[in-house]
């Protein structure tokens, strides 16, 4: 499974980006999904979960209330939406999938996943 994760870039504190990653068609509807991103120094954490059917997400409490995860299965998608960007939100960001039998497992550690993008950085000016 090949992921393209894109819409990285430098933005002010306050506002916002939206990350896209793309699959193949082939696989879209049988991962859940991840968003995850690591600042320098840091371990890698997950941002946003959504799963395989879409009707359940996980955040991590940094991000709740200003980012939202979402799929768009006519484009094979999974997007992330951060409004609200603050400086510590600097990092490359990592799209991420897994394939799942069952429709809504929502997986939140790194390890749990098999696909991994190649990472677009985000950056938050203060």
């Known amino acids: 499974v090949q992921l393209q994760a894109s819409g990285g870039g430098l933005v002010q504190a306050g506002g916002s980006l939206r990350l896209s990653c793309a699959a193949s068609?082939?696989?879209?509807?049988?991962?859940?999904w991840g968003w995850f991103r690591q600042a320098p120094g840091k371990e890698r954490e997950l941002v946003a979960a959504?799963?395989?059917?879409?009707?359940?997400?996980h955040y991590a409490d940094s991000v709740k209330g200003r980012f939202t995860i979402s799929r768009h299965n006519a484009a094979n998608t999974v997007a992330l939406q951060m409004n609200s960007l603050k400086s510590e939100d600097t990092a490359v960001y990592y799209c991420?999938?897994?394939?799942?039998?069952?429709?809504?497992?929502?997986?939140?550690?790194?390890?749990?996943?098999?696909?991994w993008g190649q990472g677009t950085l985000v950056t938050v000016s203060s």
């Open positions: 991420a999938a897994n394939y799942e039998r069952r429709v809504e497992i929502v997986r939140v550690t790194a390890n749990e996943y098999q696909y």
């Open positions: 068609r082939r696989t879209f509807n049988m991962n859940s």
């Open positions: 959504i799963s395989r059917n879409g009707y359940n997400t």
